[in-house]
């Protein structure tokens, strides 16, 4: 098999991309021969070594990725070769073939392609969490999502709508505006030429979203929790803007407004029923057709640094995925 190795984890130039031999599966794992993997910020972070997992080394990125089962190990039941499966792993996506535990690997459905697969379960679920499950959003609320055009920030507008909720995209040019619009968000802000606070205070008529989606950070954070409704919930989903932001805890006082915590991963390990739960409602959203990965491009699995060089220069419309052939 071939594979992208991270010997030293100091940036994407440090990967090389090898040929090791493939490995057998263990008791409670399969083998799977990928089709495609999906790059994610995190998938940038842990090859730079500023990312909470930090796995021994050498080892493969890429967290996601879909393919087909072709070896299972002597207590595997419920998966058999030949299978279509999606699954996050954490690491070892970006290759030819990858191990991966038989308990996190979920059947794909017919008529759900590799692609979409491999750019489902980190977004969807990340954003599922967050908005059904912290926020407990509902029908007719208005939420803000900050670094709407990024992976994450495509899902989430996907999933509010699928809730009911008015969407308003934020996003740094008009073209990832326009593109926020097109996957059903109900109106836009370019937060690089126009007054955040200003822009949302007339798309709610003064009252302030309800719900703020923020995988981003870094200064918009503070402008956007000065517009926050009251009783509004502030999701904290990541940092891709660098920055951890500090917020005064007078602004949650006076707002009536809370600040909430999403860590998907957390999430799924402590409470994997509800995870399965949630899974299984976006797998049937999807198959209905009410949310899909928004794939910004496919390359060639050997293509990986070019992926990389998009997704760090900010110029991706929602997903990228490698390819095997």
């Given at each position: 098999?071939?594979?992208?190795?991270?010997?030293?984890?100091?940036?994407?130039?440090?990967?090389?991309?090898?040929?090791?031999?493939?490995?057998?599966?263990?008791?409670?794992?399969?083998?799977?021969?990928?089709?495609?993997?999906?790059?994610?910020?995190?998938?940038?972070?842990?090859?730079?070594?500023?990312?909470?997992?930090?796995?021994?080394l050498?080892?493969?990125?890429?967290?996601?990725?879909?393919?087909?089962?072709?070896?299972?190990?002597?207590?595997?039941?419920?998966?058999?070769?030949?299978?279509?499966?999606?699954?996050?792993?954490?690491?070892?996506?970006?290759?030819?073939?990858?191990i991966?535990?038989?308990?996190?690997?979920?059947?794909?459905?017919d008529?759900?392609?590799?692609?979409d697969?491999?750019?489902f379960?980190?977004?969807?679920?990340?954003?599922?969490?967050?908005?059904?499950?912290?926020?407990?959003?509902?029908?007719?609320?208005?939420?803000?999502?900050?670094?709407?055009?990024?992976?994450?920030?495509?899902?989430?507008?996907?999933?509010?709508?699928?809730?009911?909720?008015?969407?308003?995209?934020?996003?740094?040019?008009?073209?990832?505006?326009a593109?926020?619009?097109?996957?059903?968000?109900?109106?836009?802000?370019?937060?690089?030429?126009?007054?955040?606070?200003?822009?949302?205070?007339?798309?709610?008529?003064?009252?302030?979203?309800?719900?703020?989606?923020?995988?981003?950070?870094?200064?918009?954070?503070?402008?956007?929790?000065?517009?926050?409704?009251?009783?509004?919930?502030?999701?904290?989903?990541?940092?891709?803007?660098?920055?951890?932001?500090a917020?005064?805890?007078?602004?949650?006082?006076?707002?009536?407004?809370?600040?909430?915590?999403?860590?998907?991963?957390?999430?799924?390990?402590?409470?994997?029923?509800?995870?399965?739960?949630?899974?299984?409602?976006?797998?049937?959203?999807?198959?209905?057709?009410?949310?899909?990965?928004?794939?910004?491009?496919?390359?060639?699995?050997?293509?990986?640094?070019?992926?990389?060089?998009?997704?760090?220069?900010?110029?991706?419309?929602?997903?990228?995925?490698?390819v095997?052939?």
């Amino acid at each position: 098999m071939h594979a992208w190795l991270c010997e030293n984890p100091i940036g994407v130039d440090a990967l090389t991309w090898k040929e090791i031999p493939a490995p057998e599966p263990g008791p409670d794992e399969v083998r799977i021969a990928i089709k495609a993997a999906s790059l994610n910020y995190p998938d940038l972070l842990i090859v730079q070594n500023k990312y909470q997992l930090k796995p021994p080394l050498p080892f493969v990125p890429g967290a996601e990725f879909a393919g087909v089962v072709e070896a299972v190990g002597a207590n595997v039941r419920q998966l058999h070769p030949g299978q279509n499966v999606v699954t996050l792993t954490g690491t070892g996506g970006f290759g030819s073939h990858a191990i991966a535990p038989a308990a996190v690997c979920m059947p794909l459905p017919d008529g759900f392609p590799f692609a979409d697969a491999a750019a489902f379960t980190m977004t969807y679920a990340t954003s599922h969490h967050a908005l059904v499950d912290r926020a407990q959003l509902k029908a007719g609320e208005t939420v803000l999502v900050l670094g709407a055009a990024g992976g994450v920030g495509t899902s989430a507008i996907q999933i509010a709508k699928a809730v009911g909720a008015r969407v308003i995209a934020a996003a740094s040019t008009d073209e990832k505006c326009a593109f926020c619009k097109t996957l059903g968000a109900d109106a836009s802000i370019n937060y690089s030429r126009e007054n955040l606070r200003d822009a949302l205070k007339a798309l709610t008529e003064g009252k302030g979203p309800d719900v703020i989606y923020d995988p981003v950070g870094g200064d918009l954070a503070e402008p956007a929790f000065r517009s926050i409704a009251w009783r509004g919930r502030y999701l904290v989903v990541g940092f891709a803007g660098g920055a951890i932001p500090a917020l005064p805890f007078n602004l949650a006082l006076l707002k009536g407004a809370s600040v909430v915590g999403v860590f998907w991963g957390g999430f799924a390990k402590q409470e994997p029923k509800a995870n399965a739960a949630a899974m299984a409602q976006l797998v049937q959203w999807y198959l209905a057709g009410r949310i899909k990965p928004a794939i910004h491009a496919t390359l060639a699995m050997a293509d990986l640094p070019k992926a990389y060089a998009l997704l760090n220069g900010r110029a991706v419309l929602g997903k990228l995925v490698l390819v095997n052939d």
